[in-house]
């Protein structure tokens, strides 16, 4: 029999660093059968420990029928604190499932003396605070969000991605392709080297994006910043895999309940 036949099941809805870092302990340890699902949006994604899916549920719905038919005894949404629909819909399953849901969120950033950022609540409020900000941006809001700065034909647009971005776009785009982590001086020569007077980012929290925000500082630029959307009701995050880790370990004793419990 497989060591796994009767271990509690853990579902990581994953693609962050952390939910990578979070399958390899769990897994190290053995104690628990982990599952990491990935959206499958970016080509070759590094394949975490344990086992993989690749590929949607079908809604919160479709979500709810997966935990139950591979008796999952957790859910851990260790995705991209703007990967608000997905965080939604795990949600709505767990409750559905009765599976206890833990939400892992890196802390997000905070403004720093010489900071002139301009927080907004949306992409939407972000292209529009961009006029007056200035002409040469650096956009770091991922491929998938370029549609909101597709009418801003009289700027002129720097976005980096990992894969080429689709349509709609902006007409002045300019696209690099690259994959971090980058480092300061990286970032300072991207942003001399296109002349860029603004940048434009997600407040998505933690050290490896974070190069991008000590640039501007030093360059004195302003930096439009995206605020994250609120959690679902109800819902409460975990700061690292630490905390998370320390939470499931609640399930290898013989009482799995208060999982939720702080």
Known sequence: MSP??????????????????????????????????LAGRVTRPGAPEGEVRIGGFGGADGLADWLREHHVDAVVD????????????AARAAT???????????????????????PVPSLGAAADALPGLGRRVFLTTGRLGLAAFAHLDHLHFVARSVEPPEPPMPAGLEVLLA??????ADELRLLR????????????????????????RQ????????????????????????????????????ARSGLNRP
């Open 4 to 37: 796994h036949a009767t271990a509690p099941h853990v579902l990581i809805l994953g693609g962050t660093t952390e939910a990578r870092r979070l399958a390899a302990e769990l897994t190290a340890r053995g104690a628990l059968r982990v599952t990491t699902s």
């Open 78 to 89: 260790a995705t991209h604190p703007f990967a608000a629909r997905i965080t939604a819909n």
């Open 96 to 118: 559905s499932a009765s599976v206890p849901l833990l939400v892992l969120r890196r802390p997000g950033w905070r403004p720093v003396e010489g900071d002139r950022w301009h």
């Open 179 to 184: 994959r971090g982590p980058f480092t300061v």
């Open 193 to 216: 080297g296109h002349r860029i007077d603004v940048l434009v980012t997600k407040d998505s929290g933690g050290e490896a994006t974070a190069a991008k925000l000590t640039a501007a």
């Open 219 to 254: 360059l004195a630029l302003p930096v439009v910043v995206v605020r994250r959307p609120p959690l679902p009701e109800g819902v409460t995050a975990l700061p690292d895999v630490a905390a998370v880790r320390e939470r499931l370990s609640r399930l290898e004793g013989p």
